[in-house]
């Protein structure tokens, strides 16, 4: 199992935890992005940039993810790609996302698109709360915990 971040709007404090259980379980971490982030120095710790543009990030894990990795992201299409490959996709919230719930997901990110793009303000994501903190690092164990052992 490999992890993959999609970076750049990944929060820090999911970046920290992220870099604490590729320590604890020396599993393969690698962020990819389109700038530089800072990460720590770790023989189990990767930061891969790519150029800006519109999912350029996005297109470089899907072409590197396989089946039994793992992907942060809070990009419900990337998740669906993902998931089509095999691979599992977690939120940064912990929400893990599943070929069950991924397409009502999308649905309805498609229908909030269409609404602001006709004018109505439907807000932005809540602040990330210590609970979902929490929710989050209690998944990733769980994930963790179950992969397959060399």
Do not use: Y
């Amino acid at each position: 199992m490999n992890i993959w971040v999609d970076a750049d709007a990944c929060p820090v404090v999911i970046r920290e935890i992220l870099f604490k259980a590729a320590e604890r379980t020396g599993v393969g971490l690698t962020l990819v992005a389109n700038q530089a982030i800072r990460i720590p120095p770790s023989q189990f710790i990767r930061l891969r940039i790519v150029p800006g543009g519109f999912d350029v990030a996005d297109t470089e894990i899907v072409g590197q993810v396989t089946g039994g990795d793992l992907v942060i992201t809070s990009d419900i299409p990337l998740a669906a790609d993902v998931i089509a490959k095999g691979a599992a996709a977690l939120s940064p919230r912990g929400e893990l996302f599943t070929p069950e719930n991924v397409r009502a997901r999308l649905n309805m990110r498609d229908f909030l698109d269409t609404m602001r793009s006709s004018g109505v303000h439907t807000g932005g994501p809540a602040p990330l709360t210590t609970s979902d903190r929490k929710t989050f690092a209690d998944q990733l164990d769980r994930l963790l915990a179950r992969r397959p052992r060399a």
